[in-house]
T-cell receptor, first 112, second 112 residues
């Protein structure tokens, strides 16, 4: 049938629970990966990045895991809060290419 | 720093009219990106500049779209003539050395 738009994956969690958002990337040569958060009516905002020579990186309440074997990236948010409700994008890039490629995004909804 | 500045924030125009979107990147950033976001296609990279030079314009949909960066502190994206299918939110982003991108608030374009 005719496409009516992107069907973004959605994740609904209870406030205080941990969230895990997944992303499959396409280019095995990508050497950096970034997670962005986009709140309604705003532009995407940087959360955390990871280089391809790492498999884990932690920030404040967030952890990114990289599995290069299966080209998979995940973002873990601890103690999810209502303010975490947003669309989350992963982006992959190759330093010499000069640009990042964004995934379709995942919508996170936090229930109070 | 005020961040990436885009103007106008909202634009409503009629089909066939010329539309010019403006962007002021963060001072000191050497890369500038123009994106388009729609429900149908998600976040699409249209064009990016490095040191004011267009590097990759493969995402520009057609000849009706053009972008310029006359200096390090200003860029424009022009659509002429505009069509209803150009309705979208257009984001400008800037970065230093291609990694983390800082997005502006976007311009919501409606072509009637």
């Amino acid at each position: 049938g005719e496409s009516v738009g992107l069907h973004l994956p959605t994740l609904s969690v209870q406030e205080g629970d941990n969230s895990i958002i997944n992303c499959a990337y396409s280019n095995s040569a990508s050497d950096y990966f970034i997670w962005y958060k986009q709140e309604s009516g705003k532009g995407p905002q940087f959360i955390i990045d990871i280089r391809s020579n790492m498999d884990k990186r932690q920030g404040q309440r967030v952890t990114v895991l990289l599995n290069k074997t299966v080209k998979h990236l995940s973002l873990q948010i601890a103690a999810t809060q209502p303010g975490d409700s947003a669309v989350y994008f992963c982006a992959e890039g190759l330093t010499n290419a000069g640009k990042s490629t964004f995934g379709d995004g995942t919508t996170l909804t936090v229930k109070p | 720093d005020a961040g990436v500045i885009q103007s106008p924030r909202h634009e409503v125009t009629e089909m066939g009219q010329e539309v010019t979107l403006r962007c002021k990147p963060i001072s000191g950033h050497n890369s500038l990106f123009w994106y388009r976001q729609t429900m149908m296609r998600g976040l699409e990279l249209l064009i990016y500049f490095n040191n004011n030079v267009p590097i990759d314009d493969s995402g520009m949909p057609e000849d009706r779209f053009s972008a310029k960066m006359p200096n390090a502190s200003f860029s424009t994206l022009k659509i002429q003539p505009s069509e209803p299918r150009d309705s979208a939110v257009y984001f400008c982003a800037s970065s230093l050395a291609f990694y983390e991108q800082f997005f502006g608030p976007g311009t919501r374009l409606t072509v009637l």
